[in-house]
């Protein structure tokens, strides 16, 4: 193994969860859930984030891993250091690959339904390949502000999380890009609404069917899942996708996104309509530890609407 077994008790971690635990005593499980039946697979991934600020995505995995019930968390050792980009345009890279392998063992030895919880959107690149690799004719609901379509060539930032999807799609960095890729006809991007110039161009060209906020709907989302004539759904749920006036723990907040009662009632037809692949819950990066609890009752809502039974 090329990466630490265990992460040195970090003054950061330990400040943060000591703090939660004063003002804090929501745990999934509660009232507003239902019965819960998911391994939640926790990868506090950073390093496919372009931010300044991209640690602070650990500090949202470690304070959703601490409202998460432990018997059904396993948690993913994630390089302490940045890693380097192996002369690719990728930035990172060696982290990613690390990170990537070890998703892909541990999701193999998981029976039910796996719930990945980022870290950055990276993180679902293992979890979307393993998922599509046991499910047949599998959609994917994004979620996301961003379509994170890009190529290694037109990603302004080298950051991974903006190319994850386009690599899934088969269009990636060879040691990345899956070996039976996603069909773009059952990709569904839903709540997106900052598309860079070749993202959209890309959008448009491949007719990848795009669900603006406003025009995001239970009725919606099971219309296009239909079209796709897929016969089960993996649902990404990048944080951002909600209107940051709802939810603040975001690096790269784009306005007019969706409400929490909207992505909840979305992710309910999801379900409905559908058996669920897996489903990843990513880009919480909150400023510190009481902003981190501010947003955690949204977010074990949106958990417990994902993975509850
Ligand atoms: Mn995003």
Same mark, same amino acid.
């Given at each position: 193994m090329s990466f630490a077994r265990t992460r040195p008790s970090s003054s950061r971690t330990s400040r943060s969860r000591r703090a939660r635990s004063n003002d804090h005593s929501q745990s999934l499980g509660g009232s507003h859930t239902g019965r819960v039946a998911a391994t939640f697979l926790v990868v506090p991934q950073w390093q496919g984030s372009g931010s300044?600020?991209?640690?602070?995505? @650990?500090?949202?995995?470690?304070?959703?891993? /601490? +409202?998460?019930?432990? *018997?059904? !968390?396993?948690?993913?050792? &994630?390089?302490?250091?940045?890693?380097?980009?192996?002369?690719?345009?990728?930035?990172?890279?060696?982290s990613l690959q690390a990170v990537r392998d070890a998703q892909l063992i541990a999701l193999g030895s998981i029976s039910g339904l796996a719930v990945t919880i980022g870290g950055d959107c990276g993180v679902e690149l293992a979890s979307i390949q393993h998922a599509a690799a046991v499910n047949d004719a599998m959609a994917v609901v994004w979620l996301d502000a961003h379509p994170?379509?890009?190529?290694?060539?037109?990603?302004?930032?080298?950051?991974?999380?903006?190319? @994850?999807?386009?690599?899934?799609?088969?269009? /990636? +960095?060879?040691?990345? *890009?899956? !070996?039976?890729?996603?069909? &773009?006809?059952?990709?569904?991007?839903?709540?997106?609404?900052?598309?860079?110039?070749?993202?959209?161009?890309?959008?448009?060209?491949?007719?990848?069917?795009?669900?603006?906020?406003?025009?995001?709907?239970?009725?919606?989302?099971?219309?296009?899942?239909?079209?796709?004539?897929?016969?089960?759904?993996?649902?990404?749920?990048?944080?951002?996708?909600?209107?940051?006036a709802e939810f603040t723990g975001l690096g790269f907040p784009e306005p007019f996104g969706v409400t929490l009662q909207s992505l909840l009632e979305v992710i309910a037809a999801v379900k409905a309509a559908l058996p669920l692949a897996g489903a990843g819950i990513t880009e919480f990066a909150p400023r510190n530890a009481t902003a981190a609890g501010d947003d955690l009752g949204s977010i074990l809502r949106i958990i417990g609407a994902v993975s509850s039974t």
């Amino acid at each position: 193994m090329s990466f630490a077994r265990t992460r040195p008790s970090s003054s950061r971690t330990s400040r943060s969860r000591r703090a939660r635990s004063n003002d804090h005593s929501q745990s999934l499980g509660g009232s507003h859930t239902g019965r819960v039946a998911a391994t939640f697979l926790v990868v506090p991934q950073w390093q496919g984030s372009g931010s300044s600020r991209a640690m602070r995505l @650990v500090d949202g995995a470690e304070a959703i891993r /601490g +409202d998460l019930p432990t *018997t059904s !968390t396993v948690l993913i050792d &994630v390089p302490l250091g940045a890693g380097n980009d192996e002369g690719t345009r990728v930035s990172r890279l060696s982290s990613l690959q690390a990170v990537r392998d070890a998703q892909l063992i541990a999701l193999g030895s998981i029976s039910g339904l796996a719930v990945t919880i980022g870290g950055d959107c990276g993180v679902e690149l293992a979890s979307i390949q393993h998922a599509a690799a046991v499910n047949d004719a599998m959609a994917v609901v994004w979620l996301d502000a961003h379509p994170d379509l890009h190529t290694a060539e037109s990603s302004p930032s080298h950051a991974f999380h903006g190319m @994850v999807l386009r690599t899934l799609l088969g269009e /990636g +960095d060879p040691s990345l *890009t899956p !070996t039976t890729p996603l069909e &773009v006809g059952r990709l569904i991007l839903a709540g997106t609404r900052a598309l860079d110039d070749a993202e959209a161009a890309f959008v448009d060209s491949a007719g990848v069917r795009l669900i603006a906020p406003e025009q995001l709907t239970a009725e919606s989302i099971r219309d296009a899942l239909t079209a796709s004539g897929a016969t089960s759904v993996y649902l990404h749920v990048d944080l951002d996708v909600l209107d940051p006036a709802e939810f603040t723990g975001l690096g790269f907040p784009e306005p007019f996104g969706v409400t929490l009662q909207s992505l909840l009632e979305v992710i309910a037809a999801v379900k409905a309509a559908l058996p669920l692949a897996g489903a990843g819950i990513t880009e919480f990066a909150p400023r510190n530890a009481t902003a981190a609890g501010d947003d955690l009752g949204s977010i074990l809502r949106i958990i417990g609407a994902v993975s509850s039974t």
